[in-house]
């Protein structure tokens, strides 16, 4: 390789990131050095500031600039809903389609007996202790339709059942498949249809 050992290294690090290989990443970087006034040094600053602010919200689990993000924080949201989210990428999805207008609960994962990930590992006792504390009336779990999803789904409802309704995205998510590639309007659907575990 011909480059510099820091672009070398800059290449390296672009390329971890989802959805970019080596070559993209090559790419990438050539592109950022050649506009290195439009998108570099903007870019370096950006990160820098997310990389010194950016934290998990205490109470969803979102990403945040401080210790309660936006939705958590606004009085119009605390609707007795309370949506269940894989991770925060499924939780911008939803947010994106904007048809839900309650609060978000993020596990930061599924339940795995592989990856010896337990409902405690996942936050689900927080997450119940949630429900009596906000008063929620319904939870819905937006949960990929994989095994583990699903497993992580039968899970909740049992440790809720009881306390609220608990119910599920419905049509328009296919099996195996994960929100954070769904349209929008796929999710809306799911939204409006979901049913009760």
């Known amino acids: 390789m ?7 290294a800059l290449i390296e690090l672009m390329a971890r990131l989802p959805g970019l290989g080596p070559r993209s990443a090559r790419r990438a970087v ?13 870019l370096a600053e950006a990160m820098a500031e997310v990389a010194a602010t950016a934290r998990e919200c205490l109470t ?9 993000c936006d939705i958590c924080a606004s009085e119009k949201r605390a609707t007795g809903e309370l949506c269940v989210v894989e991770d925060v990428a499924d939780l911008w999805a939803m947010e994106r389609a904007g048809s839900f ?14 990856d010896a990930v337990g409902p405690e590992e996942l936050g689900i006792p927080r997450l119940v202790r949630r429900v009596g ?16 999803g699903q497993t992580t789904a039968h899970y909740i409802a049992e440790a809720l059942a009881g306390r609220c309704s608990v119910t599920s995205l419905a049509q328009g ?7 954070d590639y769904l349209d929008d309007g796929t999710i809306t659907a799911a939204l409006k249809a979901r049913r009760s575990l």
């Not at 207008?101 to 994962?109: F, I, K, Q, S």
């Not at 504390?133 to 583990?148: Q, Y």
């Open 30 to 42: 050539l592109h950022l050095i050649r506009k290195r006034g439009l998108l570099l040094a903007p």
């Open 133 to 148: 504390e906000e008063n929620i009336r319904e939870v819905i779990l937006a949960l990929a339709a994989t095994v583990d």
């Open 173 to 179: 998510v296919p099996i195996g498949g994960e929100l």
């Open 101 to 114: 207008g309650g609060r978000y609960h993020v596990l930061g994962g599924t339940l795995s007996a592989l």
């Open 2 to 8: 011909n480059a510099a050992p820091e672009i070398e």
């Open 60 to 68: 969803c689990g979102n990403i945040a600039t401080s210790d309660t």
